[in-house]
């Protein structure tokens, strides 16, 4: 059974359908990505999975319950945590307090358990540690993204939504995101990436689905869509 199924879904602004009967599913443990020019509806569908946007038809079902009605919040108690397109650090926090926001969408049950989850988010970002007592807003872009990341996982998803973590990143640091993302997955986490970075999404990715114009054109494993000459000319610049 899959951990997520969108079924139909279309979303609109006004009058305007920015996604159109959409259908797509992530297994439990996969690592799902959504690629796609500008505009052509993967923050959108984002969006009315962690239940930001409300839809206009379909449904989404998560581990087998049909959570169209769900509010958001509840979405992240049942374990659907987003970190959203441009990072959305609190910048006068510290690195610890921006962490800590993380975890009020699921309480720890003891302090323990807390210790536990920033040690673990510390030990994917040793930067973080280092810079733990430091503003949010003084941090490198690519250490704000860190603790985008870091701040999701200390709510415990079962499912992770990461929105276009690489944009406006060095070369460098987009190469350590993806690794660590790759990380996140093979230690359990389920992933469903937007990503326009489609070399390093699709060669990391089980499965993708390409999106143009709000409508799913293509899916299928990534490493087959990354040979695939279409998609090489689309999304990868190769003539």
Known sequence: MPLLELRDVTVAYGRIEAVRGISLTVDPGELVTLIGANGAGKTTTMRA????????????????RDIT???????????????PEGRGVFPGMTVLENLDMGAYGRKFDSKAEHDDALGRVFALFPRLDE????????LSG????MLA?????????RLLLLDEPSMGLAPQMIQQIFRTI???NAAGTTVLLVE?????ALSRSDRAYILETGEVSTSGPGKELLADPAVKRAYLGVA
């Open 49 to 64: 999975i962690s239940g930001i946007r409300p839809l206009a038809r379909g449904s989404i079902w998560f581990d087998g």
């Open 69 to 83: 009605r769900m509010k958001a919040h509840d979405r992240v108690l049942a374990g659907i945590v987003q970190a």
């Open 131 to 138: 810079r733990k007592k430091q503003a949010g807003g003084t």
């Open 142 to 145: 690519g250490e704000q993204q």
């Open 149 to 157: 990341i870091g701040r999701a996982l200390m709510a415990r998803p």
């Open 182 to 184: 790759s990380e996140i």
């Open 196 to 200: 326009q970075n489609a070399q390093q």
